[in-house]
């Protein structure tokens, strides 16, 4: 093999001198490159002297390893690489076996401890059988000098290598451990830049003795330095780069496009998306020629869903992901978004305890027939895919799952492409499976885990619709043809490449067995991606981050750094260009208004400018449509009144405090909340929603307390004495009634039921705590008589025009006869301040305290003495809103409040009565003022900010 330096750039040379011998094939690094150079040729006739060129004759370093650096021997087949990996899996159940019987087969590279769990070792294990040939005869070697330095390892690796010969047999070989024959080849071959292949040092001393092959490789003396613009932080670098790429094609006269400039990116599965995003606001055309595996982010995923499926036991989350994935044509989309909803109504978040919670929430939910029978028909189907015995059985249940639930007519282009290249690695497996697994009696525990293993170990890139800039991956595109070359991210990590030969030896083994590692190939590419540095009308650009998304970094030692003035960052003068940063600019009134727009730009102003009215101070409509009003009046007269009341009763608008507490400042809120009850419409399905706690808590005390004509009262002790026990088995029945009570939204829920049932304790100890301090004779309402428990109350106000609604926690009466009304909270209490009218200004934030003093109040000649909020978990915390034994908080005292809380629920009145429930858009005076919220406090805590455009304002114009 001849050994000739050559300068990079000189590539065209050797292409031009070599085109006119039929007989010499080129061999480049990658595909990328060949194709590059072949176009070259074409595009170039003057520089490379032809006009057309066969492509046989550009091949890639891994086609040639197939092709011509292959041994043959005469009636033996080489081993498939997918056969290596079933021998494996057999060796690691064989292993596992063994552990069990007490006698391991290996020690060390698969640790007993995790021998029944050790499919995950196979890939690992199969890439490294090719190489064993070669450490096994320099380990021989080196045992034969050191007996004593064999250890575990040593000795798995020596009984895998034996049992892999043994497998071989007399039927099969290891390519990788035979010669190739060069001596009969006619070609001659030419090898640009092996020091980028990993594993040429394999194949160098094989072709040391071939004359018929020249490699070209770099020169030892470097003619250019390199050097590298250091930015501040990666939004800088990406942002700097998009525009360096414009101001290149737009200063290069028409001679450069942006099919002409290559971006390589390390690290490009994370740097992907913003790189994508900065391409397309900035308009550049660009294609990612970069794979993806078969199993993200296409119809390939179905088999990662279908194995998740399995592997939860039919979660809500897999089947969800499953049943919804749009990636595949499902026959009846509309009955899978059922099945997710009702799964997400009935809490199906996972099976617990055994049984299938899908199948016994949907059978008790009494409404679910359709949803359930699908769901009974995707389970089985599942359970035949990734329980198939064989590959062939696995490709008949995949067939029979697609004909059952997909559409075949809508396949996109994309989603059949991805399936048949799917269905082509089992095709070969079923092939696999006929022509080696059978008749070597091999076994596989899951042939669909080593199916989709496969397929998550494969990837695919469509072909490109659309042309531009190309982005690579680092490494892939070092040798190629393109006259601009832009590399980013060139930090000492990303760019470090370390080949360790026998790499599945620790490094103090491989040095013993004189095994050196080498970063040779890091500086390598970094001078092959350099190459145009010093021609005409083409550059090389690197560029690396301070701070990147994994941290802080410095830059490769090979560069040195650029120079930029003092007090700037490397292209800077492009910002001058860059239209997305100057209409931020002008819209923050930094500067003047930008002198280009992009065509996106122009569009969304376009579209923001006929959406929009001008007229600041034309008149707004306030009032609501016809439909919205009728439903307000259901809410707030039909369905507050019972049957069989009055025709008055019927007609009378009723207010309850939740209605005024989300009226006010915002009337609008009220709408989307109480009236028409928009929902963020989410799949995400919880155990419990965040209320259930302090719902069952209330409910369990209203159980409680409707068996109490007084209460009991807490003794010196802290209990109740006699009555302790009694007292807590009534707590426990009470709490079983009221976890099993059917207005609670989990009581169709099996696994929520079953859940708390087993917490139940928790609940029980919570009341009885609670009851312990809220029954303390001085200092609670033990002995007090219980007028009501969860009372549902309405009074007409002074002048009958609307009524006054609520259900009232508990009403208690002491020895006096004092009324007390108690209002429970699970564990925060409001703030005295909040329940009373502020003295200035006489605005009210919390609506409860009042409301439930006036139903009181004008229902019962006995007026309200106290009222007091007690926390149930945060045991003794009270607060007392009203008390006759405290001068300042008096009833007489509240009586402002209660002015106030009237002066809002007449304001609600007259705005819900006249069809007028809008906020005001400015802060007004007198009773305007209440429902003028202000865009800060209000609006932006608001969870309807996204839908009501009450919030923004753009250009001095509220939207």
């Not at 007490?102 to 070792?121: N, R």
């Not at 592997?311 to 009955?335: C, E, F, H, I, M």
């Not at 145009?532 to 998304?549: G, H, M, P, V």
């Amino acid at each position: 093999m001849k050994r000739i330096e050559l300068e990079p750039a000189r590539i065209a040379d050797v292409l031009k001198e070599n085109l006119g011998q039929e007989d010499v094939v080129f061999v480049f690094p990658t595909d990328v490159a060949l194709v590059s150079w072949a176009e070259w040729c074409v595009k170039n006739p003057q520089a490379s002297g032809v006009k057309a060129v066969a492509l046989e004759r550009f091949i890639a370093w891994d086609t040639f390893k197939e092709k011509y650096a292959v041994a043959k021997e005469s009636g033996r087949h080489a081993v498939p690489a997918v056969l290596r990996k079933v021998f494996v899996r057999n060796l690691i159940e064989e292993n596992a076996a063994a552990v069990r019987s007490g006698k391991s087969l290996f020690k060390s590279i698969v640790h007993p401890q995790f021998a029944d769990d050790a499919d995950s070792f196979a890939d690992w294990i199969a890439k490294n059988l090719p190489l064993l040939k070669t450490w096994y005869e320099k380990f021989s070697r080196y045992a034969s000098e050191h007996p004593e330095a064999a250890d575990d390892e040593d000795e798995d690796y020596l009984t895998l290598y034996r049992r892999y010969v043994d497998f071989l047999g007399d039927e099969m070989f290891e390519p990788a451990w035979l010669v190739p024959d060069f001596t009969e080849e006619r070609k001659k071959f030419i090898i640009f830049f092996p020091e980028q292949l990993e594993d040429f040092d394999e194949y160098e001393a094989v072709f040391a003795t071939a004359e018929n092959i020249t490699s070209y490789v770099l020169p030892e003396k470097e003619m250019h330095a390199g050097e590298v613009f250091v930015y501040p932080d990666t939004r800088t670098e990406l942002r700097r780069t998009a525009l360096c790429i414009r101001d290149i094609v737009g200063k290069s006269g028409g001679e450069l496009s942006y099919e002409d400039v290559a971006l390589h990116v390390p690290e490009l599965e994370t740097y992907r998306p913003y790189i994508e995003r900065e391409l397309t606001n900035y308009r550049i055309p660009f294609v990612v020629r970069s794979g993806v595996r078969f199993t993200v982010g296409s119809a390939g995923s179905i088999f990662e869903d279908i194995d998740e499926c399995r592997k939860t036991d039919y979660s809500y989350d897999s089947v969800r992901r499953l049943v919804l994935d749009g990636r595949v044509p499902w026959k009846n989309k509309a009955l899978n978004e059922s099945l997710v909803r009702e799964g997400n109504r009935l809490h199906c978040i996972c099976n617990y305890g055994g049984g299938d919670v899908w199948i016994e929430s949907l059978g008790k939910s009494g409404r679910s027939e359709r949803e359930l029978e699908l769901y009974k028909r995707v389970k089985k189907s599942i359970e035949a895919v990734t329980g198939a015995k064989t590959f062939e059985g696995l490709r008949t249940a995949w067939l029979m799952f697609k004909n059952e639930f997909l559409c075949d007519d809508e396949f996109s282009v994309e989603a059949n492409n991805v399936l048949g290249r799917c269905i082509a690695e089992l095709e070969t497996l079923v092939a696999i499976e006929k022509d080696y697994i059978v008749p070597l009696d091999l076994k596989l525990r899951s042939p669909f885990s080593f199916f989709i293993n496969e397929l998550r170990s494969k990837t695919y890139r469509p072909q490109d619709a659309l042309s531009g800039l190309s982005v690579f991956d680092y490494k892939v595109a070092s040798c190629a043809a393109y006259p601009v070359n832009i590399v980013i991210n060139c930090t000492q990590d990303a760019l470090t490449v370390v080949r360790k030969p026998l790499g599945f030896l620790n490094t103090q083994k491989r040095r013993a067995l004189g095994i050196r590692d080498s970063d040779a190939a890091s500086t390598a590419f970094i001078r092959l991606y350099g190459k145009f540095n010093n021609a005409d009308s083409a550059r090389s650009i690197f560029s690396c981050s301070e701070r990147t998304f994994s941290g802080f970094a410095i830059p490769h030692t090979y560069f040195d750094i650029a120079p930029v003035e003092k007090n700037h960052t490397p292209f800077d003068e492009l910002d001058a260009n860059d239209f997305i940063l100057n209409e931020k600019k002008w819209f923050l009134s930094e500067s003047n208004a930008p002198r280009a727009l992009s065509d996106l730009q122009k569009v969304q102003y376009e579209h923001w400018k006929a959406s929009s009215d001008f007229s600041v101070n034309a008149p707004r409509p306030q009032s609501v449509d016809a439909g919205v009003k009728k439903t307000i009046d259901y809410v707030l007269k039909e369905r507050r009144t019972p049957n069989g009341s009055s025709s008055e009763d019927a007609f009378a608008i009723k207010i309850s405090q939740s209605d005024m507490r989300d009226f006010f400042p915002c009337p609008r809120k009220w709408i989307f909340k109480s009236v028409v009850k928009l929902r963020e419409d989410s799949l995400d399905a919880s155990l419990f929603e965040k209320y259930d706690q302090g719902n069952i808590n209330h409910k369990i005390l209203e159980l409680l307390f409707k068996t109490f004509d007084t209460l009991p009262v807490t003794g010196e002790d802290g209990s109740f004495g006699e009555r302790e026990n009694d007292i807590r088995k009534l707590i426990k029945e009470k709490t079983g009634e009221a976890i099993r009570d059917k207005s609670f939204d989990f009581y169709q829920s099996p696994i929520a039921l079953r859940v708390l049932e087993e917490q139940s304790h928790k609940f029980e100890k919570i009341i009885i705590d609670f009851l312990h301090e809220f029954c303390k004779k001085e200092k609670g309402f033990g002995g007090c008589r219980v007028v009501s428990t969860e009372a549902l109350c309405e009074a007409w106000e002074n002048e009958k025009r609307y009524k006054y609604f609520g259900k009232i926690d508990c009403i208690l009466s002491d020895d006096a006869g004092r009324i007390i009304i108690v209002d429970y909270k699970n564990t925060s209490l409001p703030s005295i301040a909040s329940c009373r009218a502020d003295e200035t200004t006489g605005t009210l934030d919390n609506f409860q305290c009042a409301m439930y003093v006036t139903l009181w109040n004008l229902t019962d000649p006995v007026k309200v003495d106290k009222m007091v909020f007690c926390s149930i978990k945060n045991v003794g915390e009270s607060v007392a809103v009203i008390d006759d034994e405290n001068a300042k908080k008096t009833p007489g005292s509240y009586e402002p409040t209660l002015s106030a809380f009237d002066r809002y629920a007449s304001l609600f009145y007259e705005r819900v009565e006249n069809g007028n429930p809008e906020p005001l858009r400015s802060a007004l005076r007198g009773d305007d003022a209440l429902i003028a919220p202000d865009v800060y406090s209000d609006c932006m805590a608001c969870d309807f900010k996204t839908i009501c455009r009450t919030a923004y304002t753009v250009a001095s114009h509220k939207l």
